[in-house]
């Protein structure tokens, strides 16, 4: 059985940064790609940052500049730095991996909240 363990979330200040990690517990064929997507209240879940086996990355618009993504190919596993975080940042963020073969596995969604 496969699980995405995600840990980094948590209440910050705007402004202030947050490090998301997630890794890869039990055997999968090969990790493809690797990102993160969240979820805000009322709202449907969206991609935020996706990072290929090669190391290419794809941002949404309103992230760039602020958040990279990262993944240890020999760990398996990914990260999301998040700098100059804001109000609009709040939400539930998940970890995916789409493997080789075309199975897609999520994380159990970290919360992180942005608030003075």
């Known amino acids: 059985q496969v699980q995405l363990v995600e840990s980094g979330g948590g209440l910050v200040q705007p402004g202030g940064s947050l490090r998301l990690s997630c890794a890869i517990d039990?055997?999968?064929?090969?990790?493809?790609?690797m990102g993160w997507y969240r979820q805000a209240p009322g709202k449907q879940r969206d991609v935020v940052a996706v990072i290929s086996n090669g190391g290419s990355t794809t941002y949404v618009d309103y992230v760039k500049g602020r958040f990279t993504i990262s993944r240890d190919n020999a760990k398996n596993t990914v990260h999301l730095q998040m700098n100059r975080l804001e109000p609009e940042d709040t939400a539930v963020y998940y970890c995916?991996?789409?493997?080789?073969?075309?199975?897609?596995?999520w994380g159990q969604g970290t919360q992180v909240t942005v608030s003075s």
């Open positions: 995916n991996v789409v493997t080789w073969r075309g199975e897609n596995y």
């Open positions: 039990g055997s999968i064929f090969g990790a493809r790609t």
